[in-house]
């Protein structure tokens, strides 16, 4: 599903060979499939960034604190639900936790 | 026989692998991967012995298989470099897949093949079916006669399959051509670099500032779309062949067109046929005329695309026409060639000529002057009312 559907592309405007652009995925929604969903405990997170680094996604949202890089949650417009990041979130911290998706 | 028809140009005797090998050289591309072992003819193993030699910077990639070969060979292509490889028969029909997604991926591989027999029964010797079996995987097929024709139209493919962005394979009929020395005028290397130019790919995937994905899915909504992307591509390539060939004659003084005829403008009976059959169906062309016969003949050097207007044209006042197939359809009615003529004198209004088609020479079946003269004798007949056009396949040289 594309967030802003337009209309279909005749052979003569689609690129040659089907190529498509890097990070074309920002403009879908993808994780509308999802059957569990990661929760991100804001308090108990210490920003290792374990789980961004493991997310296949791309779904772990950060951006730049004044200490460095921060978590701020979970991108759930691609988050496939798969439970690595909550699997690879050290044990002593269980920043994120897995749970049923609500529709 | 060949003379020198370009100033700077030599006259060796090669055989039609080695002047392939030669052209190789002379183009000398990024990468070749191939699998240099029979049914491979000996054309990457010369040029593998070129690199070894450091005559060529060309990385070359001796893989575990033909589908391997192809694989390595388009992704190298994707990836920005001008890539080569060469096959045979079997080899071609385990690259079948990938010459698919070279094709559907608009990748200007350049592929030198040999035509001989598939399997079963084993054979080795020289007909059509392999590339036949490719006719329709989106490669851009140009036919030779001679070792002079292999070699010119291997320095013509790089142009057009970069210029059409499509595959191209270059073929010679296995052993006939392959394996027999003959005199071919060769051009001076650097005659040849500028005449190809260097390959600058608009895009690639080692480009990593302009990042992309290639070969990712597509369903009911766009797929069609590609696929007569694909069409369209060989529907124009008949453009930048025709420029190519004049280009080529400029510089190199040779004629190349979608096909040659052959004392063909006043002929009432015709012979239409691909590679190296065309050089003994000259011969028997000369011998009727003297006896005044108006035989001629066309001989098809570019089968995909294939150019239906133009062989239309040049057909159309002939009153007998014998298309010769070097491969089987197996289909229950014609064979390739023929089917292809057909359509293209139908569709162009062009009703009059009477058809026949023989498949010959399948497994390396000789095919001399005597089976050539007879099917000119039947064309006569043909054309004269004695004898009825036959509404399926003939075949000739076959113990039937």
């Known amino acids: ?103 | 026989m060949i003379k020198t028809v370009y100033s700077k140009g030599k006259l060796v005797a090669k055989t039609g692998n080695e002047v392939m090998a030669e052209a190789m050289r002379q183009i000398e591309p990024d990468v070749v991967a191939a699998y240099p072992i029979t049914p491979a003819t000996e054309i990457v193993q010369i040029f593998s012995q070129f690199v070894a030699d450091g005559k060529v910077k060309t990385e070359f990639v001796a893989v575990e298989s033909e589908h391997s070969a192809m694989s390595a060979t388009l992704a190298a292509c994707a990836a920005g470099a001008r890539a080569m490889t060469g096959t045979s028969s079997q080899g071609l029909c385990l690259m079948w897949e990938m010459l698919n997604i070279a094709a559907g991926l608009r990748l200007p591989v350049v592929m030198a093949e040999v035509n001989r027999a598939i399997s079963a029964p084993i054979n080795i010797h020289g007909d059509q079916s392999d590339t036949m079996g490719a006719r329709d995987t989106g490669w851009i097929q140009i036919y030779s006669e001679n070792s002079q024709e292999a070699y010119d139209n291997m320095i013509q493919a790089i142009r057009i399959a970069e210029q059409a962005k499509l595959p191209a394979m270059v073929t010679t009929d296995g052993f006939i051509i392959s394996h027999c020395m003959e005199v071919a005028e060769v051009y001076p290397d650097e005659d040849v670099k500028k005449f190809i130019g260097e390959y600058k790919p608009e895009r690639f995937l080692l480009d990593i500032k302009r990042p992309y994905t290639l070969g990712s899915i597509e369903l009911q909504d766009y797929y069609f779309e590609h696929r007569w992307q694909l069409a369209q591509a060989m529907r124009d390539s008949t453009k930048v062949i025709a420029e190519v060939g004049a280009d080529f004659k400029k510089t190199f003084g040779r004629e190349y067109d979608f096909f040659e005829k052959y004392k063909l403008d006043d002929a009432e009976l015709a012979i239409v046929v691909i590679g190296s059959t065309a050089g003994t169906a000259k011969v028997v062309v000369d011998q009727l005329r003297e006896k005044g016969i108006k035989a001629g003949l066309l001989k098809v050097r570019v089968f995909r695309p294939f150019n239906g207007e133009q062989i239309a044209k040049d057909l159309a006042n002939i009153k007998a026409i014998a298309v010769l197939d070097k491969a089987d359809s197996c289909s229950g009615t014609f064979a390739p060639l023929f089917t292809d003529v057909a359509s293209a004198l139908y569709a162009n209004g062009i009703t009059t000529p009477k058809l026949v088609n023989y498949v010959y020479g399948l497994g390396g079946r000789e095919i001399g002057i005597k089976d050539l003269t007879d099917i000119y004798a039947a064309l006569g007949e043909i054309a004269s009312g004695k004898r009825a056009v036959s509404k399926n396949v003939e075949y000739c040289g076959v113990r039937i």
């Open chain 1, 1 to 103: 599903m594309k967030k802003d559907e337009n209309k279909k592309l005749s052979a003569s405007e689609v690129a040659s060979a089907g190529l498509v652009e890097a990070g074309t995925a920002q403009e879908f929604i993808t994780g509308s499939w999802r059957s569990e969903r990661p929760l991100w405990n804001k308090d108990k997170c210490i920003h290792c960034l374990t789980c961004w680094i493991y997310c296949p996604d791309s779904a772990i949202s950060v951006e730049q604190g004044p200490k460095g890089t921060i978590v701020t949650g979970v991108d759930y417009n691609h988050c496939k639900g798969c439970g690595i990041c909550a699997k690879e979130c050290p044990d002593k911290i269980k920043a994120l936790t897995m749970e049923t998706e609500r529709k």
